[in-house]
């Protein structure tokens, strides 16, 4: 071999080995950026509040009015027995269709009156159940008498623990409501307080049937372990799918509470669930929020999220009886919009009651949305025209509705959760 052909096997080799190591280096440097792209489309995701995840899809009533259905079963769900779950199933045999898990059923009761015979009670009860297609289930809170109040205990509740058994009849409306957990793969953290847990259980249950896979958080805030309902249930959940981590959080312990489980797939927490919570425990990731308990809890969770930097479009929630949530980002709208050019699409509204006046424009939401935003406490329940608790006298204009409301309000008058101005109006509110 001479010198001129050694030199050549030399070079050979030597490109080959640069070869191999450009094709490595060329390789992992694509993975990196397949990485690095998907985590950006991820928070572009995030950061933009008008890029909604994939919804699940609407349902339309599956009957309009009431349908009769017979409890099937009735089931306590917490060691004081003030939870009761009831399985319904229609009376015609029927399939049942599906419904969004978050959604309600609205009951048409025959509670006893005050005095003597009967009062019919309109009354809206979250799923707290994935969808079956041979029954629904709500699990219903017995409403005790306020202590030193002269109000009495809760009508509907009471009414149902007390007379309703396992053969009788309720008039129950289709599955309505706009608060319902999206189908997209987005990590969601699921927030309930009390008897807000039902909603949740839906969700949970769904979720973890359906999409195994995503990653879910419960944080259930009660007083004491005694509250906890279908605690058997979530704590099972619990230590089967790793994917979804279980908070349990306790204003007010007894004394073993928090020792028991001290470690495992449950977690304990003495206090309320607040912010500074959520921001130790969950990673750095654009979670969707779903919230549900009473009107101090989200009066204190929704505007904390919003300082926290949760996009609007990212916090859900509901709230069990009367709630006003001022929405900082809806309340600073209002105020940039009453000095913007578009008059076209401006509307002015005016609360006659509150002395409040401000220009709405489109994507402010609903009215009871605007009222909020401002600060104006409005009766609410459902926040989908089913169960009329925000039903306002209109003093004067036109409003118009986003869809067609469940409960028929009264002439003069309108249901704000899911009406919008027509023309410039002025609301009893």
Not at 336 to 351: E, I, M, N, P, Q
Not at 379 to 392: D, H, I, L, N, V
Request: glycine fraction near 8%; hydrophobic fraction near 40%.
């Amino acid at each position: 071999m001479t010198s001129l052909y050694l030199i050549l096997w030399i070079a050979g080799g030597v490109l080959l080995q640069l070869a191999v190591y450009l094709s490595i280096g060329f390789w992992r440097h694509w993975q990196s950026y397949q990485a690095l792209r998907n985590v950006a489309q991820e928070f572009d995701t995030a950061a933009n509040p008008d890029v909604a995840p994939e919804e699940l899809q609407p349902v339309a009533a599956a009957w309009s009015g009431y349908r009769s259905f017979r409890v099937e079963r009735k089931v306590q769900e917490d060691t004081t027995k003030q939870v009761c779950s009831f399985y319904l199933v229609p009376e015609d045999g029927k399939p049942l269709p599906t419904f969004l898990p978050g959604q309600f059923l609205t009951f048409q009761l025959d509670a006893p009156a005050v005095l003597t015979g009967s009062q019919p009670v309109i009354r809206c009860y979250s799923l707290s159940d994935a969808p079956h297609s041979t029954h629904y289930r709500i699990s219903v809170k017995r409403a005790p008498a306020p202590v030193g109040s002269p109000y009495p205990a809760g009508i509907s509740s009471n009414y149902l623990h007390d007379h309703i058994q396992v053969g009788s009849q309720l008039q129950v409306r289709a599955p309505a409501g706009h608060f319902h957990i999206d189908r997209s793969d987005a990590p969601v953290v699921l927030i309930g307080g009390g008897i807000g847990i039902t909603p949740m259980l839906s969700m949970l249950n769904w979720c973890l049937k359906e999409q195994p896979t995503r990653e879910v958080w419960l944080f259930y805030g009660v007083r004491n372990r005694s509250e906890l309902v279908m605690q058997n249930h979530l704590e099972d959940l619990a230590a089967q799918q790793p994917n979804f981590h279980l908070h349990l959080c306790m204003s007010d312990p007894h004394a073993d509470d928090l020792d028991k489980h001290p470690s495992g797939p449950v977690h304990h927490h003495h206090g309320r669930v607040d912010v500074s919570l959520l921001r130790r425990l969950l990673p750095l990731k654009p979670y969707h929020y779903y919230l549900c308990g009473p009107t101090p809890m989200l009066q204190s969770l929704v505007p904390a999220l919003e300082d926290w930097g949760v996009p609007d479009g990212r916090i859900h929630f509901e709230a069990f009886g009367p709630a006003s949530i001022p929405r900082k980002n809806l309340a600073s709208a209002a105020r940039a919009t009453s000095t913007g050019d578009d008059k076209d699409a401006a509307v002015l509204v005016t609360f006659a009651k509150s002395g409040k006046q401000e220009i709405w424009k489109p994507g402010m939401g609903s009215l009871l949305d605007f009222a909020e935003g401002l600060g104006i406490v409005v009766s609410s329940g459902c926040r989908a025209g089913g169960c009329g608790s925000c039903q306002t006298s209109i003093r004067s204009g036109e409003v118009a509705y986003t869809q067609a409301p469940d409960f028929d309000p009264e002439p003069g008058s309108c249901l704000l959760c899911v009406s919008t101005p027509k023309t410039a109006v002025t609301l009893e509110a």
